[in-house]
């Protein structure tokens, strides 16, 4: 007799009480157990229901398909097109499957898409509203209580009212909008540094070896004599220099005259920069302020923003490479990083060291990164994007009061008490360290040219050295005294194709260096 279900002699035969069919017992009771019924009759079934049949071994016979040859190739084809079917239908399971899974990913994709553009929409809405918040006129009744934006020059300072529980201003933070920005620039700045060529334009070794002066301006007021900082406007050649005088200055180079006078400030200007593309300059103040100055038609510069974020003399300020958004730098161990058409202060970075303010910052050339040096002569480079410390330098004595990266992006030169370190920030270490002047006397500037091929240091005097590798040895290749008489220079920076360096020192004078003939020359072209 042959089970019911396989059709086959059993090994352990069982009989069920109710329908009295005959199974293999391992069959039936798995099918039991799945489905609790008879597989054949379909009634309720149990393994209390099924009999046991005692009796002698049985030898399976041989199916009559294997009793010949031909019968076994029936039986192989017979099992080969079961698999053929069986693999054709596992194939047609992975198509289905895979359809399934690209409508999945495409479905994902839309909604990052959607979530995006909403991001994107609520940050413009942010900022909008932020902008009518301060534009919106206060009620007489708040105007005494509130904290009121101070006027200054017509133009009224940028506060946040908003505290924390901690009781510090709440930031919007560096949304991803504005990161996705800063990587495009840096990925198409990156790209255009692979293709890199020294200018043709650029002064020869031997033309920068024969600089003299060229010029002396007298910019500011004698009573407060001293000049802190400059920048130069390549393209449009224009030079701005911080003062002790509380002024900021934008002088002519062109006409050798001053364009305009930036007065606002209470204390000591300690940064200018200009931004590149447009008629802006950024100002920073021992009086605790930041200035933005609009350029108009005739010339003259006008506050535009007065921003009060920090808590002690603002030390730095550098722009990126955006032109959108800078970066100040403050005693009060904090930076800042600022939205420039607006003056909102998106992100506050303090330090965790209470000590260490910092004294000097700079943009890494694509903007991703950027580098502070602090009065406990540290150097700390930070990711912008996250707001990280992710390098810090040690090795310096006394503040770090410089910091310049080479446009090559893995040159970084650092000034402070001891001299200049140079860093390779592939491998974050000090490959080399000019020490020029005494143990008392400090070095105050220090810049690379914008085609990373002079290196600029101003201390008790100016020396100009010719950029080489990190093996290979950087030479002095000229030394301009300083004509001020005071020793002590506060500012060197290259003019376009470093066809002449601009000198500001502890005299009311704006010095240019450069050779004469060409100057001439210069300005007959302009």
């Known amino acids: 007799m042959n089970c019911s279900i396989s059709g086959e002699v059993p090994e352990e035969p069982v009989v069920s009480k109710t329908s ?3 199974f293999e017992k ?5 099918h039991i157990s799945d489905y609790g019924k008879c597989p054949v009759t379909g009634e309720a079934l149990t393994m209390d229901d099924l009999v046991p049949i005692k009796a002698g071994k049985v030898v399976k016979p041989r199916p009559v398909q294997a009793a010949s040859i031909p019968g076994m190739l029936g039986m192989f084809q017979n099992e080969w097109d079961a698999l053929v079917l069986s693999a054709f239908a596992s194939e047609q399971q992975l198509h289905t499957t895979r359809q399934e899974l690209s409508h999945c990913l495409y479905q994902h994709d839309s909604a990052c898409r959607v979530i995006a553009r909403l991001k994107k929409e609520l940050d413009e809405a942010r900022t909008m509203l932020a902008n009518l918040e301060r534009q919106a006129p206060m ?3 708040t105007e005494v209580t509130a904290h009121a934006s101070a006027l200054s020059n017509g133009k009224r300072a940028v506060e946040d009212d908003e505290l924390g529980p901690d009781g510090k201003k709440i930031r919007q933070g560096i949304s991803a909008r504005i990161i996705t920005e800063l990587t495009d620039c840096n990925a198409a700045l990156s790209q255009q540094r692979k293709k890199r060529q020294i200018p043709p334009s650029l002064a020869s070794l031997d033309a920068v070896e024969r600089y003299t002066q060229l010029n002396s301006y007298p910019l500011h007021k004698t ?10 406007h390549q393209s449009k050649d224009l030079i701005a220099t911080g003062g002790v005088d509380t002024n900021a200055i934008v002088f002519n180079r062109s006409s050798g005259e001053i364009s305009s006078t930036l007065s606002g400030h209470s204390k000591k200007v300690t940064s200018v920069k200009f931004v590149a593309d447009g008629e802006l300059v950024v100002s920073g103040s021992a009086d605790k302020t930041v200035r933005v100055w609009q350029g108009s038609e005739n010339g003259n510069y006008d506050c535009k923003h007065v921003l009060k974020d920090h808590t002690a003399e603002v030390r730095a300020v550098t722009v990126h490479a955006t032109n959108n958004y800078f970066v100040t730098a ?3 161990n904090s930076w800042c990083f600022y939205e420039l058409s607006s ?3 998106l992100a506050q970075v303090e330090d965790s060291s209470p000590s260490d303010g910092y004294t000097s910052a700079a943009f890494h050339p694509d903007g991703l990164i950027l580098g502070t040096g602090t009065s406990g002569a540290i150097v700390k480079i930070w990711d912008v994007k996250s707001q990280a410390n992710v390098a810090r330098f040690d090795g310096h004595v006394g503040a770090v009061t410089a910091i310049s990266f080479s446009e090559n992006g893995y040159f970084l030169a650092t000034a402070a008490q001891d001299g200049v370190k140079l860093w390779d920030l592939r491998k974050l270490r000090n490959f080399r360290t000019f020490s020029p002047y005494d143990e008392n006397t400090p070095t105050q500037s220090v810049e690379f040219d914008h085609s990373g091929s002079y290196l600029a240091i101003g201390g008790s005097d100016i020396r100009v050295y010719q950029v080489a ?8 290749i000229k030394t301009f005294p300083d004509l001020s008489g005071t020793g002590k220079i506060n500012s060197v920076r290259f003019g376009p194709d470093a066809k002449y360096i601009a000198v500001g020192s502890m005299d009311r004078n704006l010095r240019l260096f450069g050779l004469p003939g060409e100057d001439s020359a210069t300005e007959q072209e302009s």
Do not use: F, H, T, Y
């Open 20 to 22: 009295g069919l005959l």
């Open 26 to 30: 391992r069959l039936i009771e798995r």
């Open 139 to 141: 009620p007489a009744s």
């Open 223 to 232: 009573n407060k004599a001293g000049i802190l900082s400059i920048d130069i």
């Open 330 to 332: 403050s005693l009060d």
């Open 343 to 345: 003056g909102l202060c």
């Open 469 to 476: 590798s990190v093996k290979s040895e950087w030479n002095c």
